[in-house]
């Protein structure tokens, strides 16, 4: 017969006489341990619908998809298919589009379709070949992070000086001759096809 070690007696005795880890939730109400791994929180703001967190989710619980016709992403993080891993926060570009909460814990719904949630950001479509180049506000972010590199010709730079106030805007106001294109207007080059294309109102 195999008798219980004293380590085991005391543990017993101990647990006996001491408080329970677990809580009475949901009739009493749950206070979550400090960095407990919670519901992922997107802050839209700061979410440029760059793609990365649905490329680094194990479950593929972070869905896109694009609608070219609408230039439109929609974007849908499924709480319901969520592991609560962290690998979205920890990828995110911008460092602050989702961050799990460790106060939000339940989330339990009697409709799957409820745990669903949805954002959308604008596209940019190449005009030549019609394929996604990314979506506004991460284009503007990739602009941003690349700081005065990013200003490499003179629209940009223009740009940049709307922004600073440097000079006035009739020390660096130029003359467009050609018609079809405005000084507000910005090239980038297609990923796909390689062709030039206009962006609107980047900054
Ligand atoms: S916490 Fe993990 S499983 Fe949940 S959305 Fe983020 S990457 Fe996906
Ligand atoms: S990685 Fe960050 S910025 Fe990119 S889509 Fe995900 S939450 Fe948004």
Redesign the pocket.
Known sequence: MNYPKIREIKEAIVSLFSPAYTSRFPNEPHTPYENYRGK?VVDDANCVGCET?AN????G??KFVDDKEKKVRVIT?DMG?????????LHCITGKG?A?SDKIFDLSAFNRESMIEKQEKELLVCQSCDAVITTREHYKYIHNVLGPKAFSNIINLNMLNERLQLASREDTEVEVLDHLKRKDMFNLICPNCLRQTLVKDLL
Do not use: D, H, M
């Open positions: 992922p967190c680094v989710c194990p479950p619980a972070i993080r298919l969520c592991i609560f891993c962290g690998q979205c926060e989702v799990l």
